[in-house]
């Protein structure tokens, strides 16, 4: 049940990013949905974390999430979809995740900058991070 929860939560991810590159926004739906997703597999016993790893993941995600809200100007949208992922993957997973995202974030921002724009979709990189940390807890 465990690829079958990573699985929605990547064509929700696939879902965002579409929006994000047509409209700079993401329908709160989406963050709401994983979250539900989160919860749900999380009382199951499909994650291999309980309700309060999931809690505290989504805690750490809404600290980083509102923290790149804050300073880095990083959408509120993005921030919330961070914040549903950190339910999903735990504290842990979620810091993984970041990881991958602020490296494949490098490398959108230099794209843009070379093709001089100011403003891109950042909800790609979020989904690059989370492929990253679906391949690194694939490794273990």
Request: charged fraction near 10%.
């Amino acid at each position: 049940m465990l690829t079958s929860t990573l699985t929605a939560a990547f064509a929700l991810l696939l879902i965002a990013s579409v929006c994000d590159f047509r409209s700079r926004e993401i329908p709160d739906w989406i963050s709401i949905a994983i979250a539900v997703v989160a919860i749900v597999a999380s009382l199951a016993g499909w994650l291999g974390i309980g309700l309060m790893w999931a809690v505290a993941g989504g805690i750490v995600g809404l600290l980083l999430g509102y923290g790149l809200f804050q300073f880095a100007q990083l959408g509120g949208g993005d921030a919330k979809l961070i914040a549903s992922l950190g339910m999903l993957l735990g504290p842990a997973g979620i810091l993984i995740l970041c990881f991958g995202m602020a490296i494949a974030g490098g490398v959108l921002s230099l794209i843009a900058m070379l093709r001089g724009q100011r403003d891109y979709a950042y909800v790609p990189a979020i989904t690059a991070g989370f492929v990253w940390y679906v391949k690194i807890v694939s490794l273990l």
